[in-house]
T-cell receptor
């Protein structure tokens, strides 16, 4: 049972709209991540955070932005959606120290028309 | 730049057979190698993980084999079942790397009756 929640699960939106994808976790994890998953399955890190007020861009360039005002909340925002943003967005979290597996949310499938 | 190469892209195995998925990495600083399992409509879930100080780790029907000199690791699923049909991702991370993981491109496994 997921302790990390993403909403909405599916979103169809028109070009130019501003959208925010929500991600919340109840595990007290300090580290959180956003991945973009291609239709071909590959996962690309687009943003990550080591804690409150800490955010960094990932390996894949993205026009989205993130914020981390509370430990449990890590929303992703697209100021002006475009068809090229159509993808699945996965949020994950992990413990602060050592190497521990990620806990992923179920994802948001975004379609921009 | 693909730092973790995964093969095959897809795999069909008969029920009861052995499924084998291979990954190769380039960065010798990687010291944590997890495998994730993803069902349609769900986020990836941690399946099993290994560190380079051991050559093999087994959990139930799932085994990771690790070859440090060859920079390769593989997932073996013994007695494969239809319920194992999913997409499998290998990943690699390094201590001090903020627990950021680099994922392979994924393998779609189908286990047929």
């Amino acid at each position: 049972e997921a302790d990390i929640y993403q909403t909405p699960r599916y979103l169809v939106i028109g070009t130019g709209k501003k959208i925010t994808l929500e991600c919340s976790q109840t595990m007290g994890h300090d580290k959180m991540y956003w991945y973009q998953q291609d239709p071909g399955m590959e996962l690309h890190l687009i943003h990550y955070s080591y804690g409150v007020n800490s955010t960094e861009k990932g390996d894949l360039s993205s026009e989205s932005t993130v914020s981390r005002i509370r430990t449990e909340h890590f929303p992703l925002t697209l100021e002006s959606a475009r068809p090229s943003h159509t993808s699945q967005y996965l949020c994950a979290s992990s413990r602060q120290t050592g190497h521990y597996g990620y806990t992923f949310g179920s994802g948001t499938r975004l379609t921009v028309v | 730049q693909q730092q973790v190469k995964q093969s095959p892209q897809s795999l069909i195995v008969q029920k009861g057979g052995i499924s084998i998925i291979n990954c190769a990495y380039e960065n010798t600083a990687f010291d944590y190698f997890p495998w994730y399992q993803q069902f349609p409509g769900k986020g990836p879930a941690l399946l099993i993980a290994i560190r380079p100080d051991v050559s093999e780790k087994k959990e139930g029907r799932f085994t990771i084999s690790f070859n440090k000199s060859a920079k390769q690791f593989s997932l073996h699923i013994m007695d494969s079942q239809p319920g194992d049909s999913a997409t499998y991702f290998c990943a690699a991370g390094r201590t001090g790397g903020g627990n950021k993981l680099t994922f392979g491109t994924g393998t779609q496994l189908k286990v047929e009756l």
